[in-house]
């Protein structure tokens, strides 16, 4: 059983950056992709980038790019999310999970595992 530990989260400012982490326990992290995602009160949990097993492939919601980066480091068996130019309706709780298999999904039917989450809050 794989677990996934999110850090980073906070109160910014808009316009500003955060760095959130996601630490994963066990031998499988290299072998699969990672994704984060993103949930408001009372909405349901969306899709915002996802990074293969290898980090040569990335994708990103629209609402995010140009703004957000993911990367991995499969040594560290950690997966980032770099937000930068923050606006007020990022603020929600991000998720990091680990996918079925090496490529990645938007649906988080395809992923399996996953984080308490880390709130992050962007004043206006």
């Known amino acids: 059983q794989v677990q996934l530990i999110e850090s980073g989260g906070g109160l910014v400012q808009a316009g500003g950056s955060l760095r959130l982490s996601c630490a994963a326990s066990g031998r499988t992290f290299s072998s699969r992709a990672m994704g984060w995602f993103r949930q408001a009160p009372g909405k349901e949990r969306e899709f915002v980038a996802g990074?293969?097993?290898?980090?040569?492939?990335?994708d990103y919601a629209e609402s995010v790019k140009g703004r957000f980066t993911i990367s991995r480091d499969n040594a560290k068996n950690t997966v980032y999310l770099q937000l930068n130019s923050l606006k007020p309706h990022d603020t929600q709780v991000y998720y990091c999970?680990?996918?079925?298999?090496?490529?990645?999904?938007?649906?988080?039917?395809?992923?399996?595992?996953w984080g308490q989450g880390t709130q992050v809050t962007v004043s206006s």
């Open positions: 990074i293969t097993w290898s980090g040569g492939g990335t």
């Open positions: 999970a680990r996918g079925v298999n090496g490529g990645v999904y938007l649906s988080h039917l395809y992923y399996d595992s």
